[in-house]
Nanobody, 111 residues
Framework: QVYLVESGGGSVQAGGSLRLSCVAS?????LGWYRHAPGKEREALAT??????IRYAESVKGRFTASQDKANTLYLQMNSLKPEDTARYCC?????????WGPGTQVTVSS
C-alpha cells in the first residue's frame, strides 16, 4: 500500500524558517504541498500543473519554495514564517488516478 510521511515540522518564532520533507513509500507522482488549519479549509500551497511547473498560493509566494531532489522525496522550504502559517502541512501524490495524502506534520509559528 502506498503511503506518504512528512517530517520537519515544529515550533518557530515569526520570521523563522523550517524545511519540510515528504517521502513516498513507492514509485508515485508527488503533486505538492497543502496545509490545513483547524476551522479552515485545506489550502493548496505549492502544487504541480500538467507541465510539471509548480504554482504557489498567493499567501506563501515569495516565502515558500518547493523542490524535489529524487523521485520519492519532496521538500518545502519555508522562510519568513508568520503566525498565520500555523497549520498541519501535508503532501499529496497520485498513482493510476488515485490520490494519496500523508498524515501531515504540524507547524506552529508564534509571534
Amino acid at each position: 500500500q502506498v503511503y506518504l510521511v512528512e517530517s520537519g515540522g515544529g515550533s518557530v518564532q515569526a520570521g523563522g524558517s523550517l524545511r519540510l520533507s515528504c517521502v513516498a513509500s513507492a514509485s508515485i507522482f508527488l503533486l505538492g504541498w497543502y496545509r490545513h488549519a483547524p476551522g479552515k479549509e485545506r489550502e493548496a500551497l505549492a502544487t504541480r500543473d500538467s507541465s510539471g511547473q509548480i504554482r504557489y498560493a498567493e499567501s506563501v509566494k515569495g516565502r515558500f519554495t518547493a523542490s524535489q531532489d529524487k523521485a520519492n522525496t519532496l521538500y518545502l522550504q519555508m522562510n519568513s514564517l508568520k503566525p498565520e502559517d500555523t497549520a498541519r502541512y501535508c503532501c499529496s501524490a497520485s498513482r493510476g488516478g488515485v490520490y494519496f495524502w500523508g498524515p501531515g506534520t504540524q507547524v506552529t509559528v508564534s509571534s
